[in-house]
T-cell receptor, first 114, second 112 residues
Framework: DTGVSQDPRHKITKRGQNVTFRCDPISEHNRLYWYRQTLGQGPEFLTYFQNEAQLEKSRLLSDRFSAERPKGSFSTLEIQRTEQGDSAMYLC????????????FGPGTRLTVT | AQTVTQSQPEMSVQEAETVTLSCTYDTSESDYYLFWYKQPPSRQMILVIRQEAYKQQNATENRFSVNFQKAAKSFSLKISDSQLGDAAMYFCAYRSPRQLTFGKGTKLSVIP
């Protein structure tokens, strides 16, 4: 069990560019979550998958954001036409259905939009 | 919508002493989970302790314990025998069915 991993750990991009982040959950976990954390704040929920189905999306997830989990394993989060306000830490977490109250977090991807 | 409030942006404690971090929340639900997460500098968030709302007994995990007051919607974390490795951001979180709602966090410093 290697834990939740995220790639890349850091991303610097220019405003208007598209970026994609990847999350690999713990292998037997069927639930996957994305959160966004800005400086001085706690994480804010973005979206949730159970297997490959995206079951819930926050209002924070504007139409420039899209998340996928095509085979129910890893997930990607894409941000199109990045804006400076997108600069944040993007956290991924996973959980097992029968213990869904216990979410395990990855190290996060820190995005800086210049 | 549920809200979680941590009123102490920063706290400090002497090594080996005890510190209590405060958290209040607002919900209309009767059954839920509450958590304390620890986020060390540049490291990932880890679960410290969990409390089920239907349980009257306060949860404990080694040096960490909670004071859960359901009627008052209060959920404080007590760290006993503080260690240098306890220095971190601590987040209180409320679990809705499919997501966690976090407070803004309390930065804990441990003074040697």
């Amino acid at each position: 069990d290697t834990g939740v991993s995220q790639d890349p750990r850091h991303k610097i991009t220019k405003r208007g560019q598209n970026v994609t982040f990847r999350c690999d959950p713990i292998s037997e976990h069927n639930r996957l979550y994305w959160y966004r954390q800005t400086l001085g704040q706690g994480p804010e929920f973005l979206t949730y998958f159970q297997n490959e189905a995206q079951l819930e999306k926050s209002r924070l997830l504007s139409d420039r954001f899209s998340a996928e989990r095509p085979k129910g394993s890893f997930s990607t989060l894409e941000i199109q036409r990045t804006e400076q306000g997108d600069s944040a830490m993007y956290l991924c977490a996973s959980s097992f259905r029968d213990r869904s109250y216990e979410q395990y977090f990855g190290p996060g991807t820190r995005l800086t939009v210049t | 919508a549920q809200t979680v409030t941590q009123s102490q942006p920063e706290m400090s404690v002497q090594e080996a002493e005890t510190v209590t971090l405060s958290c209040t929340y607002d919900t209309s639900e009767s059954d839920y989970y509450l958590f304390w997460y620890k986020q060390p500098p540049s490291r990932q968030m880890i679960l410290v302790i969990r409390q089920e709302a239907y349980k009257q007994q306060n949860a404990t995990e080694n040096r960490f314990s909670v004071n859960f007051q359901k009627a008052a919607k209060s959920f404080s974390l007590k760290i006993s025998d503080s260690q240098l490795g306890d220095a971190a951001m601590y987040f209180c979180a409320y679990r809705s069915p499919r997501q966690l709602t976090f407070g803004k966090g309390t930065k804990l410093s441990v003074i040697p």
